[in-house]
């Protein structure tokens, strides 16, 4: 099976890529468009900040190319928030696969609710999906961010921090993930797992 790993100005690339390997995947990082294309599954994965990370894909044309691909596709972290329609973070448009609004997290209590959101937290509301089949208990994942997608038709799976808020989205060819599946133990493994048998 042929990965690829879209290369652009995002940390944390390095992890997923080991995370593929230990599950016995062949994965590439490239921002060649005829290798992304030709890929049996495509990965965006990622940290950083929303507007700097369009400026880079549209420079590149690939913000078009991942609108145009075919084959499963899972963002990631930062992946998932710009696959969605818009981001508070800089006011970023982003590349809409998703018609849902990114938010940032507003501490209720900043006693007690921190922002960044960092640490250990639990899937709810799980969906029946085929990204979600047999995820051992409990289910945690980690997550580091400090921006959300909010709610919709597309969420099939939540997370509760402050308030509830999307975990993982899937429509048509694409899933996203919030939480970092590639540091979330066995929760993680399988679901990288699950995407890989798509």
């Not at 970023?92 to 938010?103: A, H, N, R």
């Amino acid at each position: 099976m042929n990965i690829a790993v879209i290369k652009y100005n995002s940390g944390n690339v390095q992890s997923v890529l080991y995370a593929l390997e230990r599950l016995g995947a062949d994965a590439e990082l490239t921002d060649d468009p005829e290798k992304i294309l030709n890929a049996d599954k495509v990965i965006f994965p990622g940290q950083g900040e929303a507007s700097t990370a369009m400026t880079y894909l549209k420079a590149r044309k690939l913000d078009q190319l991942i609108r145009e691909i075919k084959q499963p596709f899972l963002g990631v972290c930062l992946g998932l928030q710009l696959l969605c329609e818009h981001s508070e973070e800089n006011n970023t448009e982003c590349l809409g696969i998703f018609p849902v609004k990114v938010k940032r997290f507003i501490p209720e209590n900043s006693q007690e609710f921190k922002v960044p959101h960092i640490g250990w937290n639990e899937l709810e509301n799980l969906a029946d999906n085929v990204l979600l089949k047999d995820l051992p208990d409990p289910k945690f994942l980690y997550y580091v961010h400090s921006y959300y997608a909010e709610l919709s038709d597309a969420t099939i799976a939540s997370t509760h921090y402050i308030h509830d808020f999307t975990a993982i989205l899937h429509r048509d060819n694409y899933w996203a993930i919030q939480a970092h599946p590639e540091k979330s133990s066995t929760v993680g493994e399988k679901l990288l797992s699950n995407f890989l048998s798509v």
